[in-house]
């Protein structure tokens, strides 16, 4: 019922800040071992074991505790039916909540791209295997994109209506560039954004098919990077008008100053190799924020390592941003996806906060096509005020958003 | 802020065209249905399939190897843009927005996929195939016909999805660098998805849809898109479209529905659009508008034209629209006529109609409304 009065209440575009957060990813969980897998420049690309990879091109994945995602096992009825999607979306939003407990979100907005697809692999394979089906039900139910987020939304008490945004692997970003929007524009006061994807034997095989995924380390921005290495996880954000955040006296991590969204459509799995579609996003979202390129002091890249990717993504940094430290944290963890653009903006707020530049790990010779400064292999002190994260997705679709430190 | 609907375009197992369809639909029309079948299984299900005379003319570079989905969005999307008379050029190509509303995605490439994964080994693994198995292709694939370069979202979610879209719309649209939201849900049929919602107890084996009945046979699948065309003036408007909720469990349905409706229904109300498809929806929603709208005619396209999830919530919409244009309600079909509600069971004159709301609940907990209003 408020909504359409607040939103009409006022025409300042409201600031929005960053109140909590909470991850599960390859790097750890929650946000003090991330922070110290990042500050050890941490490689947690692993072997893959969950489904069989001898005949594939690439046999690594950042991957996340089966065994520590258990411990959210029992805290709401029927767990053990639970995709793992599901559990590592409870335990990144029971991080959120332990430090916000008052944090009631009017809205819910989580990227994702394959729901519980591990499940309906099971279906299928039970299906047309002759397998047994008595658990069908279970696995067609928590199939569905949506039903992590609800699952994590019961287990933590919060009610919020809620988007899945699948926009390939732009969707984290999408996710929380809109709940940005929507804040900014007074419509809401709260909304928790995010995003989550698990490991899938259909899309692990799907990257590798398009030979996009490497048999080596990956290596972003490195001239002799041969592809990604997928990954998994989950992270959330509290978005909250900074104004009634600060009066009710919670604490504030970051503020989000801006978003850019932009479509190219040069190709369904490629993008557009000048970089145009990846440079209109980043300005985009410089214009939202009123700032300019120099004020930016750390960009972590989309950067899969792929050959196109990095190529149209550096040159997008190299034509806007004069010698900013870039970087790419998926050398650490993988590409988890739906999940990466808000893990990445996890990996923002912790270098905001903590004032440095996460590696670029595995990189060792610049490639003479681009002209960047690549954080490599060890995080760097720094002073940082403002940092940009990328994502860009399959069918052309790309999201920046911009954060800044705030004082006390 | 309320947006206007200026186009509409939509795909149907009844035809493509809004007026045709809507006059079949006044005359007490539903779809045929065919059988759909599977080579490693015996059972056989019934669905409402588009026609394959309705994709003609549809054609482009990037829908040679897409899926049904992508060519009944486009085909819908095409349609409400000329309906709006929105010609997308270089300079207003970014302020456009476009919305996908889906449950299930490219069901059929993504089962073709696997499928050859399953039956043949990792290396049957297709690269022309995987792209369309993403939930965004048909987005991307429209996107790139039409020519546009800023905000394109695919929101994935159950039967409430489609109305989920419109109030994103909403909130996109609260920025001034947008002109129009083009909004679309699109869904295609395999014989997958009708053995999972049989299993998950929702479907029924041959049609009718039987809405507002005790019994809850169940539902007939269907296929193809709705699309409309958002702008912020116009005939018929979105007045409300408040942020949905979610249930945990079915039972909690009804009081999720009784928060949205008594949200939408402040002022007097003439129809309500239901989302009632055979399935627990049908209770909940009974119930809840006896008790609050008890005096508002009730119409449910789904027997007509089947459940079809991320498409059927558009498909109400328009509904809505033409009803409120038109001033008349089509029958309800295969309804009890004990039901305990207002339905509007034959071709209904509606001549001071003013206000609509569109109800939406969906399989997987999701929940949705809308009001709309003629000037």
Known sequence: ?408 | MSLAIVGMGWVTPLGTCIDSVWERLLQGDEASATTISEEFADRVYSVFRVPDSALKGISHPRLRRASAISRFAAAAGLHALESAGVKLESQNAERIALIFATSNGGVCYTKRFYHEIVSTGVQAASPLLFPETVFNAPASHLAAMLGMTGATYTLVGDGAVGLAAITMAEELMANESLDYCLVVGTEEIDWLLCDAYRRWRFLRLAPPIEPFSNQNRGMILSEGAGAIVLARDGLVTIERAPPGGYFNRRAEAETILRRILGDLSQIEIDFVISSANGTFVDHAESQTLQELVPNALVYTGKPALGESGGAGGLWQIILAAQALHSKELPPVLHADESVRLRLSLSRTPVPSVRRAIVLGCGLNQQTAGLRLAVL
Not at chain 1, 87 to 102: R, S
Not at chain 1, 106 to 122: C, D, K, Q
Not at chain 1, 256 to 274: L, M, R
Not at chain 1, 351 to 358: C, D, I, R, S, V
Request: aromatic fraction near 6%.
């Open chain 1, 1 to 408: 019922m408020a909504q359409a009065d607040r939103r009409e209440s006022t025409n300042d575009p409201a600031r929005v800040a960053v109140t909590a957060a909470g991850v599960v990813s390859p790097l750890g969980f929650g946000l003090a071992e991330t922070l110290e897998s990042l500050r050890s420049a941490r490689d947690c690309v692993t072997p893959v074991m969950r489904f069989a990879v001898t005949q594939c091109r690439c046999k690594t994945a950042g991957q996340v505790s089966d065994w520590r995602l258990l411990a959210s096992y029992g805290q709401i009825p029927r767990s053990r039916r639970l995709h793992r999607a599901s559990h590592m979306m409870i335990q990144a939003l029971q991080e959120l909540v332990t430090q916000q407990p008052e944090f009631e979100p009017e809205l819910t907005v989580i990227g994702a791209t394959s729901g519980g697809m591990s499940y309906g692999e099971r279906y299928y394979r039970s299906l047309t295997g002759a397998g047994d089906l008595r658990h069908a039900p279970t696995w067609i139910a928590n199939y569905p994109a949506q039903k992590p987020v609800t699952d994590a939304q019961t287990a933590c008490g919060i009610s919020a209506p809620c988007y899945v945004i699948a926009n390939a692997c732009a969707s984290g970003t999408n996710a929380i560039g809109h709940a940005f929007e929507c804040v900014r524009s007074g419509r809401y006061q709260r909304v928790l954004a995010g995003g989550y994807d698990a490991l899938a034997e259909m899309v692990f095989l799907g990257f590798d098919s398009l030979q996009a995924s490497t048999p080596e380390k990956c290596r972003p921005f490195d001239r002799h990077r041969s592809g990604m290495v997928l990954g998994e996880g989950a992270a959330v954000l509290a978005l909250e008008n900074l104004d009634s955040a600060r009066a009710r006296g919670a604490s504030v991590l970051a503020e989000i100053i801006g978003y850019g969204i932009s479509t190219d459509n040069f190709h369904i799995t490629q993008p557009e190799p000048s970089g145009i579609g990846a440079r209109q996003a980043m300005e985009r979202a410089l214009e939202s924020a009123h700032v300019s390129a120099a004020d930016i002091d750390y960009i972590n890249a989309h950067g899969t390592a792929t050959v196109f990717n990095d190529a149209a993504e550096g040159k997008a940094i190299s034509a806007l941003f004069n010698g900013v430290p870039v970087s790419s944290t998926k050398s650490m963890m993988g590409h988890s996806l739906g999940a990466a653009g808000s893990i990445e903006a996890v990996v923002c707020l912790l270098a905001l906060q903590h004032q440095f530049l996460p590696a670029n790990i595995n990189f060792t010779t610049p490639d003479d096509g681009v002209d960047l400064n690549i954080v490599g292999n060890e995080p760097r002190s720094a002073v940082v005020d403002v940092a940009l994260s990328n994502s860009f997705g399959f069918g052309g679709t790309n999201a920046s958003v911009l954060m800044r430190k705030l004082e006390a």
